[in-house]
C-alpha cells in the first residue's frame, strides 16, 4: 500500500494540464476531481454497428455508397452554410452566360484534384446530372486540403470569353460549427481515460509502463479514483502478417493468445473502471473501413469490456464520444502540408471541417462499399479521438475536445522506416464535469 501511495505521489505531481475550457456554474472546478468514481453508475450506451452488411463490393455498391455521402453532405452543407446550388451541374453548364457576373453556386463531389504550376487546384467536379472542371487559386486556404471525393460547395464565375473556366471565389465544406461543449454541474463529476496503440504481442510492447499505469489505476491517487471508462482506440494487440516481416517482431505469433492475454490484463484494472475497446487495422478483422467489432469468441474473454466497431459511437454518462482508430491519416499526410505523423490533430481538424473521417476512396486506407456511407459525421460529438499515429496530443477545436491517445509500443524497425518517433506512456483523463483535461505519463524517465 505504501508503494501504491508513492507512485500516486509521483505520477500526480507530473500531471499535466491539457486545454480547457470553464463552467460558469461550477464553484470549484477542481471539486470534480475529488468524486469517487464507483459513487457514480455506468451510463453507456452504444451507438449502430458499422462495417456488418452484407454487400459483394460490385460497381452498384459503390456507386450507391457515393450516392449516400453525397446526399448527406449536401443536406449539411445546405442546411447549415445556407449555400443552395444554382442548379445541376448540367443546368448551370448550359446557362452559363447568366453567371459571367452574377456568381454561380456548384454543389458537387471531387472526381479529381490536379496541381496546377500556379500552385492552385483544378477540380473536377461532379453531381448525378453531369461534371465540371473548376479553378481554385493558390491563396485560397481549401487549396491545400481538398481531397478527391470530398463533397463541397464553390461560389464562383464563368470567364466570360468562352465558358470554358469557372473561377472559383469561395470554398464551403460541410464543416463543424463552433460550439460550446457539454459539461457543467449537470454531469456527473467523473472522467473518462484514453490510450491505443498498445500492441500486445509485440516485442516491442512496453510492459513495465503499463505494468505502472495498471497499479496506478489501483491506487488512492485522487485522478484514479475519479476514472470511470478507460477507451482503447484501436490496436491493443499487435495481431499476425499485418506488414513484410512482421513476424519478427512478435514475441507472441498467435492472436487468439494475445487477445486472451490482453483480456487478462484488463481484469487488473479497479472495478470502477470500464473498458470501452474498438479495433484498428492490426485487429483480427477486415483491414477495411468500417470496421466490425470483434468477433464473438474473442470476445467472450472480456468479462466487462464494451466493445464497438471502427468507427465507434458510444455515449458515456451523457457524452456523445467518436472513436476513431485513424488509418486514413496514411491518406492525408502525403497530400496536405499541415497534416503530419507528430501533429495528426490537423488531420482530424479536417475529417470534421469535411465531415467524413476517410474521404479519399483507393488509397492506402482500403474502405468498404457498405449500404450506406459509415464513415460520414452525421453527428457533432462531444469528444472526437483517434490513435494509430502512436502520436498524444489534446487540442479544443471549435469546442470539440480532440485527443490523440497514446501508444505502449517503443520504436519498431517498421516505424524507424517510416520515420516516426512514437510517444509512449501518456493517459489522457477528461472530466466531463468541469472539461479538465489531465495528462498522466509512465514513462521511463518522465
Known sequence: MGDDKRLARTVDAGIGYGPRRVDGDLA???????????????????????????????FDDLVGLFHDRFQKLSKIIKNQTGQHPSGTIKEIKNRWTDYTRAPA???????????????GRLLELEDISDTMKVFIRADDPAAGSILQDDVIAVQGTFSK????????????????????????????????????????GSKYFKQKEWDKMITYLNSSAETAQNIKYLVLAGDCV????????HEKNLAITDVYKQYSDFAAMLDKLPDHITPIMSPGNHDAVRPAEPQPMLEADIQQDYSNTV????????????????????????????????????????????????RHLAPAWGLRNALSPEEEDQMVIVDRPDIFVTGHTHAHGVEWWRGIPLIVSSTFQGLTDFMQMMGTKPKIGYLTVYNIQNRQTRILSFSEGE
Open 28 to 58: 470549484n472546478l477542481e471539486d470534480s476531481w475529488k468524486a469517487k468514481a464507483w459513487d457514480y453508475s455506468d451510463q453507456i450506451t452504444v451507438g449502430a454497428r458499422v462495417g456488418q452488411t452484407r454487400q459483394k463490393g460490385k
Open 105 to 119: 453556386c456548384i454543389l458537387g463531389i471531387v472526381m479529381e484534384v490536379r496541381r496546377t504550376k500556379t500552385g
Open 161 to 200: 470569353e468562352d465558358g470554358e473556366m469557372f473561377w472559383v471565389n469561395s470554398v464551403h465544406y460541410p464543416d463543424i460549427l463552433s460550439s460550446m461543449n457539454k459539461g457543467g454541474s449537470s454531469f456527473d463529476p467523473i472522467s473518462i481515460a484514453f490510450v491505443s496503440d498498445l500492441h500486445y
Open 238 to 245: 499487435d495481431g499476425i502478417g499485418i506488414y513484410p516481416g
Open 307 to 354: 466493445h464497438t466497431g471502427n468507427p465507434g459511437r458510444v455515449n458515456l454518462s451523457g457524452i456523445d464520444l467518436l472513436t476513431y482508430h485513424g488509418k486514413s491519416l496514411d491518406d492525408m499526410i502525403p497530400m496536405m502540408s499541415h497534416v503530419t505523423y507528430e501533429n495528426p490533430i490537423e488531420g482530424m481538424k479536417e475529417m470534421l471541417r469535411k
